[in-house]
């Protein structure tokens, strides 16, 4: 089992990144409000929104709330670190979908759905994979 240092700078470095992440998503959707357009958080973003929560409430606060002697925690923290870590991988290929951009729905032209159908099956995907690692880990850690 990972030592509680590592995983806690894992999570805080997804943390952080999420942060920035959704900082540029709520600034974007606020211009996009004011030219009366369309706001939304794409799908894909939803990815990264749920690891840097994991990251926070299932890493980091666990290690410091109980301890990182503590067992469970350290269980806890590892299934959650290592479920926030593929939902991050699986966000690169979705947010590529979302915005049409190569070699992720290409084939599509017109005004954006969210989610677009390419970013909704990486987006399923990635929960899935993320599910079976967490599952995974559960129980080999």
């Not at 067992?71 to 590529?96: D, K, M, T």
């Not at 099956?121 to 899935?128: A, N, R, V």
């Given at each position: 089992?990972?030592?509680?240092?590592?995983?806690?700078?894992?999570?805080?470095?997804?943390?952080?990144?999420?942060?920035?992440?959704?900082?540029?998503?709520?600034?974007?959707?606020?211009?996009?409000?004011?030219?009366?357009?369309?706001?939304?958080?794409?799908?894909?973003?939803?990815?990264?929104?749920?690891?840097?929560?994991?990251?926070?409430?299932?890493?980091?606060?666990?290690?410091i709330a109980v301890?990182?002697?503590?067992?469970?925690?350290?269980?806890?923290?590892?299934?959650?670190?290592?479920?926030?870590?593929?939902?991050?991988?699986?966000?690169?290929?979705?947010?590529?979908?979302?915005?049409r951009i190569r070699?992720?729905?290409?084939?599509?032209?017109?005004?954006?759905?969210?989610?677009?159908?390419?970013?909704?099956?990486?987006?399923?995907?990635?929960?899935?994979?993320?599910?079976?690692?967490?599952?995974?880990?559960?129980?080999?850690?």
């Open positions: 089992m990972p030592d509680p240092c590592t995983l806690s700078t894992v999570a805080s470095i997804i943390s952080g990144f999420g942060v920035a992440m959704l900082s540029f998503r709520l600034q974007r959707e606020l211009y996009m409000g004011e030219q009366k357009e369309r706001q939304w958080i794409p799908w894909a973003d939803w990815l990264y929104i749920g690891a840097t929560v994991a990251s926070l409430l299932l890493v980091i606060l666990p290690l301890g990182p002697q503590s067992g469970a925690a350290r269980r806890l923290a590892c299934v959650a670190c290592s479920a926030s870590v593929v939902s991050v991988c699986g966000y690169i290929p979705s947010i590529l979908a979302h915005y070699p992720f729905g290409r084939k599509r032209s017109g005004p954006r759905d969210n989610p677009e159908p390419e970013e909704r099956k990486s987006f399923y995907l990635t929960l899935l994979i993320a599910g079976a690692v967490a599952l995974w880990v559960l129980f080999t850690a």
